[in-house]
């Protein structure tokens, strides 16, 4: 079965339910979703089904608040030439294309992505590769876009192969969602291209829900973890997808378990439409605090927030450290540990 792109196709699969506003919804963003990701969803409640809920055009999309934006992250403010953003000192994103897979309604790049962004041109791509090479400091490069896997093995080999001649580039990191949402494309050519001859080539694989873990994407994600690359996950906290603390407890030692080290939990960003996906920081907060007292550190992401306005992303974790308000002294601490008891830490 192909991958559906219309509401039509969507209708059919019984995916829907008449709303007037869907076809404005659906104009906000391209639709797409894997048959991988279609066998996965609960026609029985759709409502509650999170992974309908990260794909299907909701009408709720139409609804724009006051302070969401065009760019939530900023990344045009940071782009000195076409597909690149440069806002640390070491590191520059690299957007070759602007396709994926599956559309998630919440992308933080939602009014960028979709199959009418088209990718660098040859010449627009030289130009982004010759501004990495004009600049010494930059030691990592990150593939996103799009999703830098739905290039051709091909052209994704020659990608990886320029940035692996740039010699101060030491570390080449591509964030992805093909693993999860469309195994199959993970083939020993996909793989091959994925292996750079000098610099260190890390993969960041997008994942919401345990339950896109299928059998053949962990055997994707087996297969990218037996040929050497080290393998890293980013979550976005969602509203009604993964926002309770057993959904995300059974995702990320699901994760450990297939080899994928929980990086990020990202705070969901401001961006057109997405208020239905949106929890309060206090909320994300209240979460990480439940997880540490239950999983393993090597299960643990670092909750963070991308600042709007291009001024990049910073922990927003909880605080358990504050004054010791029993203390005689005003140099005591009183830190908490992961089950809640307060304890007293000279300061
Ligand atoms: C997220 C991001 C990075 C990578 O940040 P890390 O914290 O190193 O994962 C780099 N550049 C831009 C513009 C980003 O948005
Ligand atoms: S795969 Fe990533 S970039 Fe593409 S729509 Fe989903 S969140 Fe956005």
């Known amino acids: 079965m192909p991958t559906l792109r219309t509401l039509q196709e969507l ?12 076809a404005t919804a659906a104009q906000s963003m391209a639709i797409a979703i894997t048959p991988e990701m279609l066998a996965l969803i609960d026609h029985g409640d759709l409502v509650h089904d999170p992974i309908a809920r990260q794909f299907v055009p909701s009408p709720a999309e139409t609804e724009v608040s006051a302070d969401e934006l065009a760019d939530p992250i900023g990344d045009e403010a940071r782009s000195p030439v076409k597909g690149l953003v440069h806002r640390y000192p070491d590191r520059v994103l690299l957007k070759p294309l ?71 580039v030491a570390v080449i990191r591509v964030h992805s969602r093909v693993p999860v949402v469309d195994p199959e494309r993970v083939s020993p050519d996909l793989i091959a291209a994925l292996k750079p001859r000098r610099a260190s080539l890390w993969l ?12 053949a994407a962990r055997a994707a994600l087996a297969r990218l973890a037996d040929a050497g690359i080290p393998l890293m996950g980013q979550t976005v906290l969602l509203r009604g997808v993964n926002d309770d603390v057993e959904t995300l407890e059974q995702l990320m030692r699901a994760l450990v378990t297939v080899r994928v080290k929980p990086y990020y939990l990202h705070h969901p960003d401001l961006v057109r439409g997405t208020g239905h996906f949106r929890v ?19 299960a643990q992401p670092t909750y963070v927030l991308d600042v709007p306005g291009g001024h990049g992303k910073v922990p927003i974790g909880p605080a358990y450290l504050g004054d010791d308000p029993g203390a005689l002294t005003s140099d005591s601490l009183a830190v908490e540990d992961a089950f809640g008891g307060r304890h007293r830490y000279p300061g």
């Open 11 to 22: 209708d059919r699969a019984g995916l829907l339910s008449p709303d007037p506003r869907l």
């Open 98 to 168: 602007h396709v994926c897979p599956v559309y998630c309604r919440f992308c933080f790049r939602r009014e960028k992505v979709g199959p009418g962004g088209e990718a660098l041109s040859a010449a627009e791509l030289e130009a982004a590769l010759g501004y990495i090479r004009d600049h010494p400091g930059i030691w990592e490069v990150i593939l996103t876009g799009g999703d830098p896997l739905m290039l051709s093995a091909r052209r994704l080999g020659e990608l990886i192969r320029a940035l692996d001649a740039i010699p101060h």
């Open 204 to 215: 960041g694989v997008h994942c919401n829900h345990a339950r896109e873990l299928t059998a």
């Open 280 to 298: 309060s920081i206090a909320e994300g907060q209240a979460l990480m605090k439940a997880l540490r007292g239950r999983l393993s550190g090597l």
